[in-house]
T-cell receptor, first 114, second 118 residues
Framework: NAGVTQTPKFQVLKTGQSMTLQCAQD?????MSWYRQDPGMGLRLIHY???????DQGEVPNGYNVSRSTTEDFPLRLLSAAPSQTSVYFC?????????????FGNGTRLTVT | AQSVTQPDIHITVSEGASLELRCNYS??????LFWYVQSPGQGLQLLLK??????LVQGIKGFEAEFKRSQSSFNLRKPSVHWSDAAEYFC????????????????FGGGTRVLVKP
């Protein structure tokens, strides 16, 4: 059982480039989300999805797009990378979209934008 | 909107000593409260959670936390620390509303990094 799988583990981009961070879960979880982790700031919610075909913005959505065409996958797209997007990105899923259902995290993608 | 403060950025403890990590939250009603642990290079793992009822909550790996409404706190404790407890610990708060459409959104504190001395 793989759980939540994120690819790539590391990525370096130049300012203005675009890329997609992949997230896949094999637990048939209804809820998926993306967080970014910055030193001293904890994790901040970027986007989330309560089910296939449904997405919504979190606390820091600017510069990012998401889609949820299947239950398993929830890719995060950076449209035009900026140095401020240098961070560690975590995908998390839970069985239920309702609050309190334990979140399962991937191992993260470390992104550097130069 | 809710917020979470973890006042200690780093804590160093000796192996076998007790550990207490502080967490203060700001929210008008009774929130849902969580502690997660992050080992180096890994994602976060749930240690324990509080929704209602008994204010002392037991979790995995020998951790416990106590909800104190009067102090808006949810401190994490462990009586005897092991070297494998070296990690970063995050307190998180939810709005306390089990509405599916609202999503399982949590607000995280800034984290406390725990170093364990032999």
């Amino acid at each position: 059982n793989a759980g939540v799988t994120q690819t790539p583990k590391f990525q370096v981009l130049k300012t203005g480039q675009s890329m997609t961070l992949q997230c896949a879960q094999d637990m048939n979880h209804e809820y998926m989300s993306w967080y970014r982790q910055d030193p001293g700031m904890g994790l901040r919610l970027i986007h989330y999805s309560v089910g296939a075909g449904i997405t919504d913005q979190g606390e820091v959505p600017n510069g990012y797009n998401v889609s949820r065409s299947t239950t398993e996958d929830f890719p995060l797209r950076l449209l035009s990378a900026a140095p401020s997007q240098t961070s560690v990105y975590f995908c998390a899923s839970s069985y239920s979209p309702a609050e309190g259902s334990p979140l399962h995290f991937g191992n993260g993608t470390r992104l550097t934008v130069t | 909107a809710q917020s979470v403060t973890q006042p200690d950025i780093h804590i160093t403890v000796s192996e076998g000593a007790s550990l207490e990590l502080r967490c203060n939250y700001s929210y008008g009603a009774t929130p849902y409260l969580f502690w997660y642990v992050q080992s180096p290079g890994q994602g976060l793992q749930l240690l324990l959670k509080y929704f209602s009822g008994d204010t002392l909550v037991q979790g995995i790996k020998g951790f416990e936390a106590e909800f104190k409404r009067s102090q808006s706190s949810f401190n994490l404790r462990k009586p005897s620390v092991h070297w494998s407890d070296a990690a970063e610990y995050f307190c998180a708060v939810g709005a306390g509303k089990m509405v599916k459409a609202a999503g399982n959104k949590l607000t995280f504190g800034g984290g406390t990094r725990v170093l364990v001395k032999p």
